[in-house]
């Protein structure tokens, strides 16, 4: 696609051709409304990032046609497991959860990204890139988008896909509240021996922070840590130190195919739309990488932004949509704040409860549930 081909006008135009802005193009193709999407990047993005697919997104890429060749190219995994140290306090089995699948997907958000370009090609659709929107104007007919390049499209809608900072939401006036989280957050993919093996997904609690440790496919490890204070791009010997301190004796580690560090915010849009301007995706909410569901969750906005789209009932998306987003923002804050207590009260009545509730099957599935996003 090139900027000859950019038509002059639509009815929605999804700006951002993330997971969220394709997801959210596979749905409108699927159903027939007509629409143009664009990314100011000449290509996609080809780095791992966002690693876990959960059960209930691959129900809505199973509904887009697209479930199947994502998890031929993933690695499923089982059970969740919580410890303190090398201490196992709680595993969470996926296997009962009530969904075609039950168990989390690891596999890049390249992958996830490249499936879902494949199914929109598939329906005769393709991103117009490269095309960055610098302005945004809404009036009672349409929408008015004006490309960095000086071309104009026009629209009945347009959806913000386009990232944490969204020009979409600039423009609209939507607020984006909330805050950064003190901490930053380290991300490696490495090669190791690793106790607790590949067939679960391990939280660690520490006083230190919080570190997730799930298996990728290709024989890696996807290490999330919050970190008070990491170098920008953590080594080798940073990650080995890591691990050795937070999972005493459980880790062996070889190499270090990749690392980042980064600081995450918690926030959400104070609105999903703004007349004919909709939010979804990281443009809405950021939180935690933690718990996986970032990408997720964006996934799942699109579906359902689509969706909202194809039944005329756009009036409902944010009611929707938004309690999701504060309810993940909720769930990884607790998660965090009690994981890395100080406290040596709270910690031991922590680690008592967890395995306590550990041996409570309703528990262990609402945890399972809550975790897949089935709720
Ligand atoms: C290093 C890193 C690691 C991460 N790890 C995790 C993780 O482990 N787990 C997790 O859940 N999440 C993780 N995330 C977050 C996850 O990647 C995001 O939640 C996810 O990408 C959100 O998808 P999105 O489509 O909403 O936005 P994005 O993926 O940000 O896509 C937005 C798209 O919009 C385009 N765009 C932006 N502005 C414009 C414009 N003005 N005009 C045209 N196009 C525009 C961009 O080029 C981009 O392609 C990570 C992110 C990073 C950077």
Redesign the pocket.
């Known amino acids: 696609m090139n900027a000859i081909e950019l038509p002059a006008e639509t009815e929605v135009v999804i ?8 997801a959210l193009a596979v749905t409108l193709a699927t159903t027939g409304v007509d629409f143009v999407i ?4 000449a290509e ?2 080809n ?6 697919v959960h059960a209930r997104t691959l129900e809505v890429l199973g509904e887009l046609g697209a479930a199947a060749a994502l998890i031929a190219r993933g690695l499923r995994v089982d059970r969740f497991a919580i410890s303190d140290g090398s201490r196992r306090l709680l595993t969470i089995p996926f296997d009962d959860l009530p969904t075609p699948y039950p168990y989390t997907l690891m596999v890049p ?1 390249c992958e996830t ?1 490249s499936v879902l370009l494949a199914r929109l090609r598939a329906l005769g659709h393709d991103v117009h890139r490269p ?4 302005a945004v104007a809404q009036d009672d007919a349409g929408v008015t988008l004006t ?2 390049t000086g071309q104009i499209m026009r629209a009945g809608y347009a959806v913000g ?8 939401r600039r423009e609209s006036g939507i607020g984006f509240t909330g805050s950064a989280y003190p901490e930053s ?1 380290v ?1 490696a993919d490495v090669t190791m021996d690793w106790t607790p093996g590949r067939d679960e997904v391990s939280l660690t609690l520490g006083t230190a922070g919080l570190t997730v440790v799930a298996p990728l496919p290709g024989g890696h490890y ?1 290490i ?1 840590a919050t970190v008070d204070d990491a170098p920008e791009t953590p080594d080798l010997e940073f990650v080995r130190r890591l691990l050795e301190e937070r999972a005493p004796g459980q880790a062996t580690v070889h190499g270090l195919a990749w690392s ?1 560090r ?1 600081r995450v915010h918690h926030r959400i849009a104070d609105h999903y739309r703004a007349g004919r301007l909709l939010l ?5 909410h ?1 939180h935690s ?1 933690a ?9 799942q ?2 579906y359902a932004l689509g969706s909202a789209f194809a039944t005329g009932r756009l009036d409902d998306y944010e009611g929707r949509r938004r309690p999701v987003a504060q309810r993940v923002v909720a769930f990884t804050d607790r998660m965090t704040r009690v994981a890395t207590t100080r406290s040596g009260v709270v910690r031991g009545a922590r680690n008592i409860a967890l395995t306590l509730l550990g041996h409570l099957p309703p528990v262990r599935t609402r945890f399972a549930t809550e975790i897949a996003e089935l709720n």
């Not at 700006?15 to 394709?22: D, F, Q, R, S």
């Not at 095309?131 to 610098?134: H, L, M, N, W």
């Not at 896909?161 to 979409?168: F, I, N, Q, R, T």
């Open positions: 700006v951002g051709a993330g997971p969220t802005g394709l664009v990314d100011r990047l996609g993005a780095t791992s990032r966002a690693a876990v958000q990204e095309f960055e929107v610098a490309m960095s896909a386009d990232g944490m900072h969204s020009a979409v957050f991300l996807r999330v980042s980064f979804a995706g990281d443009a809405a950021v990488p718990g996986g569901q970032g990408m997720n969750t964006g996934i906005d699109g």
